[in-house]
């Protein structure tokens, strides 16, 4: 199982991903979800929602937190 600081630097990159724009962010965290969906001991479900989360973040565009 990934540790939780694995787990909860993901949460936290897409959480700041969400609030600023940050792409930077959301590769990061897209990089710490394909490391959790690499264990060995992850069920499937986390795998596939962890891969789709991934997926999304990875396409993911510039953009600010307070459009003008």
């Known amino acids: 199982m990934p540790s939780r600081e694995i787990w ?6 897409l959480l700041l991903h969400e609030e600023t724009g940050c ?3 959301a590769h ?3 990089r710490l979800l394909d490391q959790i969906c ?3 001991d992850i069920d499937d ?6 891969e789709r989360a991934s997926a999304r973040l990875s396409c993911q565009e ?6 003008a």
Not at 8 to 13: D, F, K
Not at 45 to 50: A, I
Not at 62 to 67: G, I, K, T, V
């Open 45 to 50: 479900d986390t795998r596939k929602l962890c």
């Open 62 to 67: 510039n953009r600010h937190a307070c459009p």
């Open 28 to 30: 990061n965290a897209a």
């Open 23 to 25: 792409i930077h962010s």
């Open 38 to 40: 690499d264990a060995d």
């Open 8 to 13: 909860a630097g993901a949460l936290s990159l």
